[in-house]
């Protein structure tokens, strides 16, 4: 029984042992707890709130199709997938024979019309002259009317001599009228008009800057400078108006949509700065930007098939809303990027003095292009040489 009482003893003490040390243990790691508790709501509300992130969030970029304006047979491609090209640098050449026979038919029609409105302006002088004429016999006419007249009853002259001379007379009013209205006639297609502004020579113009365009058009050019993506034609391919036949992506015009969650978006307003990190680079690399717009929707509510509950394909699920942050070109263009690639977005809401409807923007430089504007300059060049060597 004593060995019983004294195991029984030991064991107590040690129980009362463990019990005394767990005490403090539980008392720290509650105070941890609670401090780190503290210390997390102390973050959020100095800092956290006042920052919204994702990292459904990526690379956009512009992607613009190159297609041909004309029909034609490839003849020649001048740049290739992953390629880096210049605004205004050849990409493609079509065969120019037939759009060339074509310009040459149209120069030789307007040159034709320059020289029969010409035509038309000569005859005002000679269809007045014709007139004068007309006038001078008419006037001979009714003097010989008149002195036959006046001797008819002495018997000098038979009655029907008189009678050839109303005759005369008639046939000469009507000639005089006739050549009136040939100059009337011709006047009016001349009016308020010159030979090189003439309907005429406008028509015949107009379908030689068509020819001459499409002579041009055989060569396809980069719209805008950037990258060279999707590639599909070939030497040899017949290629029609509308058909894609490569894209071109501007490298250095870049953006990310960011997709934040509904309950994100309630401080958030145009003009807030963003920090981004890129996958590609890390945490290493870190760009900076501005927000310039959201979505004027959610996702789904642009989907195929939007989430109806009528339909029964509908369920309740916090929706995401696509916010376009722009990004510094500089930095961009020290560490480029690609369109697509995944984005971790970070916004600064602390400012909110924005409005979170964007205003209307001007005109990036990639959504406008001067490229084509030398071919009409230099249709309506070749247009007036024409009609000044057959003026």
């Given amino acids: 029984m004593n060995d019983d009482t004294a195991t029984t003893n030991a064991s107590g003490g040690a129980a009362r042992q463990r019990g005394s040390l767990r005490r403090p243990a539980l008392i720290l790691t509650a105070l941890v707890v609670l401090a780190l508790a503290i210390g997390a709501g102390l973050y959020w509300f100095l800092v956290g709130r006042n920052y919204e992130d994702t990292d459904d969030a990526y690379v956009g970029g512009r992607v613009v199709s190159v297609t041909p304006q004309t029909s034609g047979t490839v003849i020649a491609i001048g740049a290739d997938e992953t390629d880096t090209v210049a605004a205004g640098q050849l990409l493609v050449r079509l065969d120019p024979a037939d759009a060339r026979v074509e310009m040459l038919a149209r120069e030789a029609q307007l040159a034709q019309a320059v020289r029969q409105t010409r035509t038309l302006y000569a005859n005002n002088d000679v269809l007045l002259a014709n007139v004068a004429q007309r006038e001078a016999e008419l006037a001979r006419a009714t003097d010989d009317l008149q002195r036959r007249s006046a001797v008819r009853d002495t018997g000098a002259v038979s009655s029907e001599e008189v009678q050839h001379a109303e005759l005369a007379v008639t046939a000469a009013k009507a000639a005089l009228a006739s ?24 028509a015949a113009a107009a379908r030689l800057r068509e020819a001459y365009l499409a002579v041009q058009r055989c060569e396809i050019r980069a719209p805008v400078a950037g990258q060279i993506a999707r590639r599909s034609v070939q030497v040899g391919q017949r290629v029609a108006p509308g058909n894609a036949i490569m894209a071109l992506v501007p490298m250095e015009n870049l953006w990310v949509d960011a997709n934040f969650k509904e309950v994100q978006l309630q401080n958030m307003r145009i003009g807030q700065p963003a920090k981004i990190i890129a996958d590609l680079y890390g945490s290493q690399v870190e760009y900076h930007g501005h927000l310039i717009g959201l979505g004027a929707g959610t996702g789904s509510a642009f989907a195929l098939l939007p989430a109806q509950n009528a339909t029964g394909n509908w369920i309740k699920v916090v929706q995401r809303v696509p916010v376009r942050i722009a990004l510094d070109p500089k930095e961009v263009r020290e560490h480029p990027l690609r369109v697509g690639l995944s984005i971790r977005a970070t916004v600064d809401v602390r400012e909110r003095g924005g409005t979170v409807v964007s205003a209307h923007n001007e005109a990036s430089p990639d959504n406008q292009t001067d490229v084509f504007d030398g071919d009409e300059r230099e249709a309506n060049a070749r247009i007036q040489k024409i009609i000044a060597a057959n003026s």
């Fill in 179 to 202: 050549a009136r209205e040939q100059l009337q006639s011709n006047r009016t297609m001349t009016a308020n008009t010159s030979v090189a502004q003439h309907p005429n020579v406008l």
